[in-house]
């Protein structure tokens, strides 16, 4: 079993800034393409960020320049630094993405939790 936990979110005035983290725990080799998305209650999910294995990442056009995404293999850990945020960047963010498990089968997708992200005077 595998899990995505993401933290980190929270509510924040415009302009400020937040980290998300997003952690992978049970039965995990390795971590391999992972992104960050996000939801607006009544709207469909969007992708945000996307990080590959060897760390290169693209970004949607809404948020580059003001978010970097960045990982750490050796903890199974990707993370998220949002800065300069605005209101409309306020969602549900989701982390998913690839995860290759201890038991040699072949890597499967995987969905976190989601943490909120409310920025907001």
């Known amino acids: 079993q595998v899990q995505l936990v993401e933290s980190g979110g929270g509510l924040v005035q415009p302009g400020g800034s937040l980290r998300l983290f997003c952690a992978a725990s049970g039965n995990v080799f390795s971590i391999n393409t992972m992104g960050w998305y996000r939801q607006v209650l009544g709207k469909q999910r969007e992708r945000v960020a996307v990080?590959?294995?060897?760390?290169?990442?693209t970004y949607a056009d809404s948020v580059k320049g003001r978010f970097t995404n960045s990982r750490d293999n050796a903890k199974d850990t990707v993370y998220l630094q949002m800065n300069s945020l605005k209101p409309d960047d306020t969602a549900v963010y989701y982390c998913?993405?690839?995860?290759?498990?201890?038991?040699?089968?072949?890597?499967?997708?995987?969905w976190g939790q989601g943490t909120q992200v409310t920025v907001s005077t």
């Open positions: 998913g993405g690839f995860v290759t498990p201890r038991n040699g089968e072949l890597p499967q997708f995987y």
């Open positions: 990080i590959i294995s060897g760390g290169q990442s």
